[in-house]
């Protein structure tokens, strides 16, 4: 069993920033992949950002620059680093990991942190 939890989500006025956390914690032997998603009311889940075990990152085009993907090994923990926030950026927020148990691999999901941005 592989638990993540998201944390730092909120109300924060166009152009602001925040910073998201997610701490993997559970029964595994190593994390590989790890990445934020959102999801917007009335919209698909979509990709935001991703991050290797090695440190190499991947984002959403139209997001590129404002946001920043970055990662603890020893902590277990990604973080997203948001900057310049837009209220188009109003969504909830979802860690996700792969990982590898020791016997499968699989992908574990968060509850998801609430991020709000008013205009």
């Known amino acids: 069993q592989v638990q993540l939890v998201e944390s730092g989500g909120g109300l924060v006025q166009a152009g602001g920033s925040l910073r998201l956390s997610c701490v993997a914690s559970?029964?595994?032997?190593?994390?590989?992949?790890m990445g934020w998603y959102r999801q917007a009311p009335g919209k698909q889940r979509e990709l935001v950002a991703s991050?290797?075990?090695?440190?190499?990152?991947n984002y959403a085009d139209n997001l590129k620059g404002r946001f920043t993907i970055s990662r603890e090994n020893a902590k277990n923990t990604v973080y997203l680093q948001m900057n310049s926030l837009k209220p188009e950026d109003t969504a909830v927020y979802y860690c996700?990991?792969?990982?590898?148990?020791?016997?499968?691999?699989?992908?574990?999901w968060g509850k998801g942190t609430l991020v709000t941005v008013s205009s």
């Open positions: 996700n990991a792969a990982v590898y148990t020791g016997l499968i691999f699989m992908t574990s």
């Open positions: 991050i290797t075990s090695g440190g190499l990152t």
């Open positions: 559970g029964r595994f032997i190593r994390i590989n992949d």
